[in-house]
């Protein structure tokens, strides 16, 4: 069993930065794959970025490409996404989870734990 927590949302203006955080607790963090998925009011929830347990292998949906950055510190149990360039329409809650299968997957019903989600407004 994991839990997790995001936090670090907020509300900014296009062109700023976030840093968001997911922490987890229980066991064996280092052997999940973590992703990053997004929800705009009255859209399907969103890939946004994969990592795997080493942290060796990343993925990213193309709307972020180059913009956004995945990352994992295995010794705090804790995941980020750096948000560099924000526009409106990254404006969604933001969930982390995570996936003990294999590979680094891009699809909803793939991953085994979701957090609550955090809010993150980007006004134009």
């Known amino acids: 069993q994991v839990q997790l927590v995001e936090a670090g949302g907020g509300l900014v203006q296009a062109g700023a930065s976030l840093k968001l955080s997911c922490a987890a607790s229980?066991?064996?963090?280092?052997?999940?794959?973590m992703g990053w998925f997004r929800q705009a009011p009255g859209k399907e929830r969103a890939f946004v970025a994969a990592i795997s347990g080493s942290g060796g292998g990343t993925r990213y949906a193309d709307s972020v490409k180059g913009r956004f950055t995945i990352s994992r510190d295995n010794a705090k149990n804790t995941m980020y996404l750096q948000m560099n360039s924000l526009k409106p329409e990254d404006t969604a809650v933001y969930y982390c989870a995570a996936d003990n299968g294999l590979g680094l997957p891009s699809i909803v019903r793939f991953y085994d734990y979701w957090g609550q989600g955090t809010q993150v407004t980007v006004s134009s």
């Open positions: 229980g066991r064996s963090f280092s052997t999940y794959a």
